[in-house]
């Protein structure tokens, strides 16, 4: 018995959307999730000191360079594009209980596709064309990518976190390889793809620096919501990840579905990685790797797959790593403290989520 | 009573506990529960699946803890707080699934657990070993591979490894599930000699047979509650027969005026009428953990119910899942109004009108924590008029739901409330509800009253007789012989995977079932 309700437990916090959600539960939700922020910020702040760093201008200079100051949020808003499309593909596969951690291999390979087919397609087609066709390179090289994990596990019950993360390893290095002796520029002496001119590049919004990519990222984190929520297929989905026997009883085809998540999570990925290649970079250096796709998890996990509040979340991580590097430069601190930070939120939440549980248990015991 | 008694001798007690209350989302696992474990007695922990039987020993060998209610060791309080502690205080557990490393030799795997910083000690363990097989007549060869062993072999090794780490009392879940019936015979034996050097024995079980033959005194678990006890004077005195019909009037409730043995109302079923379901020969491989199918065959004709008696674990889930199409068949033909399906989906065979009602109602059959209305329409995503080119109407899902609640008389606070949050007689109707709905002729219902209360347990058989009435066909599994005689056309038994025969359901079907049942020749 106790073993039949342990899997029930652990889908209650991952579908709590799809629930009914009262008044009382959404401020509930509020208050555990903003309140862990709040603790860990003060954890993080303690470190800063120990370090001898002034917490309060850490904080400080994060907030202006990433949200106050108009350069900053220009910058902010433009790195929320990939981000986006990233955390569209992670809802998608968590919802399903599937767990692509891929996500890195598949956004890199995006990138190198589309920076090296953008190039070749603006002089043979319209501007407007080319640019969708290297977004569609992109988006089934990335799909391509995700096939062996996912016949792994459909056919065969191959735990995807261990072949993902496998091929996400494979994928930056193909990736690296593929800039180094396929697609490298000869006109320069540095390793990297051909550059895309500006002007063919994704169109800035109004007389801003921010990339028209935020726009496409919102809709594509804002469609996955919706077809997640409203949709036969969503729900099917859903089915799949909180309670797969069931979907087996009802008849759902699995392995089909569990197919079709993998290709649409890696096919987000890899629009993340040309949406941020064909709106922003321009090209491909050899051994460029942001690490989007890992970083993006905790946002995903933070707002529970729930697509309107990973908009929040992931604004943000942007603010962080916008400000986070400004600040660090400023005060001498090392630039990988935006990741001390964001880990040190997730083991507060999941801490207060443990209390939280155990609260709920003793009250209803 | 017990707990009257149990506190006058409490002294010789090894383990007692005293209104031992556990609750899990959804459930209470054990209720209340007073038990007193005596040096020299196997003491057996009767009851069906569900019944509380696990819980009790995960408390026992320290993997969950009690709710309410306190646990005596020698008569003291004593929280035992893990399975390491359980051990040290001498409560030594034979899991129901071995707990053996197959690739390691039995010497090596009774050395599992020393201290790691000793070089294990194999010849004071082969001392050790001969000192106590010696006592108990049992043969056991150090060296060879666990996974050479039988399955027999390897249970006597475990309770070996209990007996070097000086157990006083062998917990055995559910130790016969595996074991042939010789096998089942020398484990008897074996507890008897354990018993006679004054060990305490707990034997869990849901055989009758075996409780008669093997026990000392029988705990009745229903339900999560302990709804009987046979002490070990009135067992000596009672003959086989007598103590199985009294844990059967225990386990059950009274046999006669029983307000579920319903007078089974006279269907006529047209003899000349073409049957609905059709299977021949059908044959599943067996798995690791449950037997396979072999030559299954069987037609149900229009308004008739048939049922599969059997004790559980015989094939009854493998026949089930392997007619909805959720397990595959390895031969045989199964054919819905003259049309051949076993080639077909689960999603295929359920539209044209082959329905399963899964026993397994939280596990496979609804999705907890989706809300009640979605539930409904579990296996017909994406079906007008529910969705309309893939999109939800949930308006649409709404009505047809509150219908729905309303005819099946499900009682939930709303259409939103998650569904594992409702009773189990409520997801039951929930289930119901679904699987008769319009479309079906031929509908499996697995255990379809068990763990119900017995309001819910007689609307479940009324909806089932009026499913039949309705010129259905029906395939009643079920555990409850009450329950086939009073519902069923005919009865199959079923016994490790085949049918062993089928009786008509007249006066003498009890006791010809019964026999089939038992192996003999009805």
């Given at each position: ?175 690296n390889?593929?800039v180094k002796l396929?697609f490298r520029d000869?006109?320069t002496t540095v390793p990297q793809t ?90 491909v250096r050899a051994d460029w ?77 | ?522």
């Amino acid at each position: 018995m106790s073993i039949d309700t342990a899997p029930t437990v652990s889908a209650t916090a991952l579908d709590a959307t799809s629930g009914a959600a009262t008044r009382h539960d959404i401020l509930h939700r509020l208050l555990m999730t903003l309140g862990p922020i709040l603790a860990a910020l003060v954890i993080a702040g303690c470190i800063l000191l120990a370090v001898g760093v002034d917490p309060l201008a850490y904080y400080g200079y994060v907030l202006e360079k990433g949200l106050f100051s108009p350069l900053g949020i220009q910058q902010t808003l433009t790195r929320m594009a990939p981000l986006l499309f990233l955390a569209a593909g992670l809802i998608v596969a968590f919802r399903a209980g599937m767990w692509n951690l891929g996500g890195d291999g598949q956004f890199l390979l995006g990138a190198v596709t589309a920076a090296a087919s953008a190039p070749v397609f603006i002089q043979i087609m319209p501007s407007w064309l080319a640019l969708i066709c290297s977004f569609l390179i992109a988006m089934v090289v990335a799909m391509i990518w995700s096939l062996v994990p996912a016949l792994l596990r459909a056919y065969q019950g191959v735990n995807e976190i261990i072949t993902t993360l496998m091929m996400t390893f494979l994928g930056t290095s193909l990736a690296n390889v593929l800039v180094k002796l396929v697609f490298r520029d000869p006109g320069t002496t540095v390793p990297q793809t051909r550059t895309l001119p500006v002007e063919d590049r994704l169109p800035r919004l109004f007389e801003t620096t921010i990339t028209s990519g935020l726009l496409l990222g919102l809709a594509a984190i804002i469609i996955v919501h919706l077809v997640m929520t409203r949709t036969a297929f969503g729900l099917k989905l859903r089915i799949v990840g909180a309670n797969p026997r069931a979907a087996v009883h009802s008849g759902l085809g699995v392995p089909g579905l569990t197919i079709a998540v993998f290709a649409i999570s890696a096919g987000l990925a890899g629009l993340a990685g040309a949406v941020d290649i064909i709106g922003v970079q321009g090209n491909v250096r050899a051994d460029w790797n942001p690490a989007y796709g890992l970083a993006v998890i905790p946002a995903v996990f933070l707002a529970r797959m729930n697509g309107f509040a990973a908009i929040g979340f992931v604004f943000l991580l942007s603010v962080l790593s916008i400000g986070g590097e400004s600040a660090a430069r400023r005060l001498g601190v090392p630039n990988h403290f935006t990741l001390v930070l964001v880990s040190i939120v997730l083991i507060v939440l999941a801490l207060a989520e443990y209390f939280d549980h155990r609260y709920s248990q003793s009250r209803r015991a | 009573m017990s707990s009257l008694s149990s506190s006058s001798v409490a002294e010789r007690d090894i383990v007692a506990l005293e209104g031992v209350t556990k609750r899990f989302p959804g459930i209470v696992a054990n209720d209340g529960i007073d038990l007193a474990i005596r040096p020299g007695e196997v003491h057996v922990l009767l009851g069906e699946n569900g019944a509380g039987k696990s819980t009790l020993i995960g408390m026992l060998s320290g993997l969950q803890q009690p709710d309410e209610g306190r646990i005596l060791v020698d008569g003291k309080p004593t929280p035992i707080t893990s399975p390491r502690h359980a051990l040290s205080l001498g409560i030594g557990t034979v899991f129901q699934h071995m707990m053996l490393v197959p690739t390691l030799t039995v010497a090596e795997n009774l050395l599992l657990g020393g201290p790691w910083w000793q070089r294990p000690r194999i010849d004071e363990l082969a001392a050790r070993v001969a000192e106590i097989t010696s006592t108990l007549g049992i043969t056991v060869k150090l060296h060879a591979k666990v996974s050479e062993l039988s399955l027999g072999e390897q249970q006597q090794v475990e309770i070996l490894r209990a007996m070097v780490r000086n157990s006083r009392l062998l917990i055995l879940d559910e130790s016969t599930s595996m074991l042939t019936p010789k096998g089942i015979d020398e484990l008897g034996a074996l507890m008897r000699r354990l018993v006679e050097q004054g060990l305490a024995i707990v034997f869990i079980t849901h055989k009758l047979k075996e409780a008669a033959a093997f026990g000392d005194r029988i705990s009745v678990l229903k339900l999560g509650r302990k709804v009987g006890e046979i002490p070990p004077e009135r067992f000596r005195a009672l003959g086989e027969q007598e103590i199985i019909s009294e844990i059967v009037e225990l386990m059950f409730g009274k046999q006669k005026d029983d307000p579920e043995a319903v007078e089974r109302p006279v269907r006529t079923v047209r003899a000349d009428a073409a049957p609905l379901l059709q299977v021949a020969d059908l044959a599943v491989a067996p798995t690791d953990n449950a037997p396979g199918l072999s030559s299954i065959s069987f037609d149900i004709r229009p308004g008739e119910i048939l049922g599969i008696a059997g004790i559980d674990g015989n094939g009854q889930k493998q026949l089930a899942e392997a007619l909805a199409g959720q397990r595959a068949a390895t031969g045989g033909s199964v054919r819905l109004d003259g049309v051949a399906i076993e080639t077909l989906s689960v999603g295929e065979r359920r539209q044209r009108g082959l329905r399963y009602l899964t026993d397994d109602r939280l596990g496979e059959g609804t999705v907890g924590t989706f809300p009640v209305s979605i539930n409904f329409f579990l296996k017909q995503v994406g079906a007008a008029p529910f969705w309309r080119n893939g999109i939800e109407q949930r308006a649409e899902i709404d009505r047809r739901a509150a219908q729905l609640v309303r005819d099946y008389d499900v009682r939930t606070p709303s259409l939103k409330t998650p569904v594992a949050r409702l009773s189990g007689g409520n997801i039951q109707k929930v289930l119901l509800a679904r699987e008769l709905a319009e479309g079906a002729k031929v509908v499996i219902f697995n255990k379809p009253t068990y763990g119900l209360d017995l309001a819910n347990t007689l609307a479940s058989r009324q909806r089932i007789r009026d499913t039949a009435a309705r010129g259905l066909a029906v395939l009643l599994i079920s555990t409850d012989l009450e329950e086939l005689l009073s519902m069923c056309d005919r009865i199959a038994v079923i016994a490790n995977g085949a049918l062993v025969g089928t009786v008509g359901n007249a006066d003498d079907a009890r006791t010809k079932v019964g026999r089939l049942m038992i192996g003999l020749a009805a």
